[in-house]
C-alpha cells in the first residue's frame, strides 16, 4: 500500500522560511513523479511544484517561483519543498502526490496523496 507522510508545516511570520518533507513508502518512489499541492479554506487546490522521476525537470507555479524550490531524495524515498520569504497568501494545507512517470500540473493526473501539512503565515 502507497503511503505518503508530510511534515514540516507550522505557523510562521511573513518573510520566514520552511522546508516541507513527504515521506514515501510502498512503491518504487524512483519510479514515480512527484508535486506539491496547497488548498486554502474555501479554495480549489492549487499546483505548486513538480519534479520529474530523475529530479533533473521541475515546474512551479508562478505563484511561488523564485521563492519555492522542490527537490526529492531517491535514497531516502523523500520529497522536499523548500520555501523562502513566505506570504499570508501561502497559507494552506500543502498536499504531495504521486504519479507513475510523467510530472502534471493537475490535481486529478495524481494516484496517491498525502493527508496535508499545514502551513500558515502571519503578516
Known amino acids: 500500500q502507497v503511503q505518503l507522510v508530510e511534515s514540516g508545516g507550522g505557523l510562521v511570520q511573513a518573510g520566514d522560511s520552511l522546508r516541507l518533507s513527504c515521506v514515501v513508502s510502498?512503491?518504487?518512489?524512483?519510479?514515480?513523479?512527484m508535486a506539491w499541492f496547497r488548498q486554502a479554506p474555501g479554495k480549489e487546490r492549487e499546483f505548486v511544484a513538480a519534479?520529474?522521476?530523475?529530479?533533473?525537470?521541475?515546474i512551479t507555479a508562478p505563484s511561488v517561483k523564485g521563492r519555492s524550490t522542490i527537490s526529492r531524495d531517491n535514497r531516502k524515498n523523500t520529497l522536499y519543498l523548500q520555501m523562502n520569504d513566505l506570504k499570508p497568501e501561502d497559507t494552506a494545507v500543502y498536499y504531495c502526490?504521486?504519479?507513475?512517470?510523467?510530472?502534471?500540473?493537475?490535481?486529478?493526473?495524481?494516484?496517491?496523496w498525502g493527508q496535508g501539512t499545514q502551513v500558515t503565515v502571519s503578516s
Open positions: 502526490a504521486a504519479r507513475r512517470d510523467i510530472t502534471s500540473t493537475i490535481a486529478r493526473d495524481y494516484d496517491y
Open positions: 510502498g512503491h518504487t518512489f524512483s519510479t514515480y513523479a
Open positions: 519534479i520529474s522521476v530523475s529530479g533533473q525537470n521541475t
